[in-house]
T-cell receptor, first 114, second 114 residues
Framework: DTEVTQTPKHLVMGMTNKKSLKCEQH?????MYWYKQKAKKPPELMFV???????INESVPSRFSPECPNSSLLNLHLHALQPEDSALYLC?????????????FGDGTRLSIL | GQQLNQSPQSMFIQEGEDVSMNCTSS?????WLWYKQDPGEGPVLLIA?????ELTSNGRLTAQFGTTRKDSFLNISASIPSDVGIYFC??????????????FGQGTILTVHP
């Protein structure tokens, strides 16, 4: 079992809907990440939070809005998504955001946009 | 941007055979990570490497951090059906300024025939 928990596991939404993805870790990690992954491709970094502050935004469209309410929680708010946004969204965490510490991934949310 | 060349892209082997895959980069890396991803799940960390020349084992898996710091390999000995999945290398560029940002290889899809 992964120590990074993501909910929901699956999400189907229309292009006008607003929904949120949630991620939780209790390993005391101070860095958390959102990735987007297409089938049989590597994860693509979207956002990095370090000590609850956004440190990296990989030029992600504003229809994706991250939020880090506290050191254990990471949300990704979704609004007006496009069909090409259908993918597996992975959350990860690491001790720090220096890159020297390995990142541990959750099992992801499978998102389908109708 | 930085790219990792991972090879082979796919492998079809018989149960019991040994497997070898590798990643090369165009610049020096200071961390190499190997992950395995099963269908419907997130990537799971297999081995983390931090020093040039480092050789680390995890059960039937062995990985090495290349002495040039531009490559890494993963070996799996005596493969079994549950080794099936996608294997990703990932690393952090030593010259990178984006803390926490990992570069991923394109993945090796492993199929094991009983």
């Amino acid at each position: 079992d992964t120590e990074v928990t993501q909910t929901p596991k699956h999400l189907v939404m229309g292009m006008t809907n607003k929904k949120s993805l949630k991620c939780e870790q209790h390993m005391g990690h101070r860095a958390m990440y959102w990735y987007k992954q297409k089938a049989k491709k590597p994860p693509e970094l979207m956002f990095v939070y370090s000590y609850e502050k956004l440190s990296i935004n990989e030029s992600v469209p504003s229809r994706f809005s991250p939020e880090c309410p506290n050191s254990s929680l990471l949300n990704l708010h979704l609004h007006a998504l496009q069909p090409e946004d259908s993918a597996l969204y992975l959350c990860a965490s690491s001790q720090e955001a220096t890159g020297f510490e390995p990142q541990h991934f959750g099992d992801g949310t499978r998102l389908s946009i109708l | 941007g930085q790219q990792l060349n991972q090879s082979p892209q796919s492998m079809f082997i018989q149960e019991g055979e040994d497997v070898s895959m590798n990643c090369t980069s165009s610049s020096i890396f200071n961390t190499w990570l190997w992950y395995k991803q099963d269908p419907g799940e997130g990537p799971v960390l297999l081995i983390a490497l931090y020093k040039a020349g480092e050789l680390t084992s995890n059960g039937r898996l062995t990985a090495q951090f290349g002495t040039t710091r531009k490559d890494s390999f993963l070996n799996i000995s005596a493969s079994i059906p549950s080794d099936v999945g996608i294997y990703f290398c990932a690393g952090r560029d030593a010259g990178g300024t984006s803390y926490g940002k990992l570069t991923f290889g394109q993945g090796t899809i492993l199929t094991v025939h009983p």
